[in-house]
């Protein structure tokens, strides 16, 4: 899979990714923002594990934020079961030397349609933590609208802290 932005691509993992990969991911600021599932230190055996898994996945539901040389992050999502299988969450990082440009608002537009407009969903969401600004004007720009706080719902870092719910519906 290949999608063209203007400020990036979005495209499959590749096993030649993982050294990049995990220069990027390797990074105690990008990992205060993520599930504990994102390891840290983020080791070139972590990202080969990580690329294995996404390149498995069918439908993939992972993908590589990049540039026309490299990769520089990740963004995908988890389909839900059952009765919530219209919906699933989204999660988005990116290498610290490209924040601020526009790179993840233009890659999580597009990944919001290929998302809905592939599996059928009616719905998709995220839960930033209560102190991830930069996450919330994300979501607000590529046109998720906050629905509510779900108070001291995880703990990261040894501290209870609250998530955000945003959710994209169509
Ligand atoms: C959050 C993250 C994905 C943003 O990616 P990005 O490509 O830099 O985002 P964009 O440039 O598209 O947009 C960032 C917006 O946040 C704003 N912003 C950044 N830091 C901010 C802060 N401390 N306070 C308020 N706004 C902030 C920017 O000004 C910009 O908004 P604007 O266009 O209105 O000026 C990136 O910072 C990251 O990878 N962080 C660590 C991992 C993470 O938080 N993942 C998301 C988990 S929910």
């Not at 203007?6 to 220069?23: F, G, H, V």
């Not at 537009?109 to 004007?137: C, D, M």
């Not at 979501?139 to 609208?145: I, N």
């Not at 501290?159 to 994209?168: E, G, N, R, T």
Request: glycine share 8%.
């Amino acid at each position: 899979m290949i999608i063209e932005l203007e400020k990036c691509n979005i495209r499959s993992y590749q096993p030649s990714d993982a050294e990049t990969l995990s220069k990027y991911a390797n990074n105690r600021k990008i990992w205060l923002n993520l599930r504990d599932g994102f390891p840290h230190p983020y080791t070139t055996d972590d990202a080969k594990n990580f690329i294995s898994m996404a390149m498995s996945k069918n439908p993939e539901t992972y993908f590589a934020i990049c540039t026309k040389t490299e990769v520089i992050g990740g963004i995908g999502y988890s389909l839900h079961t059952d009765i919530e299988r219209i919906s699933a969450e989204i999660g988005y990082w990116l290498g610290e030397p490209f924040w601020g440009k526009g790179i993840v608002t233009d890659a999580m537009k597009a990944l919001t349609q290929y998302a809905v407009n592939t599996h059928g969903l009616y719905r998709i969401y995220a839960v930033p933590y209560e102190t991830n600004k930069a996450s919330f004007r994300v979501l607000e720009k590529a046109g998720y609208q906050l629905e509510g706080r779900m108070r001291k719902s995880a703990i990261k870092d040894g501290k209870v802290i609250d998530q955000l719910l945003y959710a994209y519906v169509i």
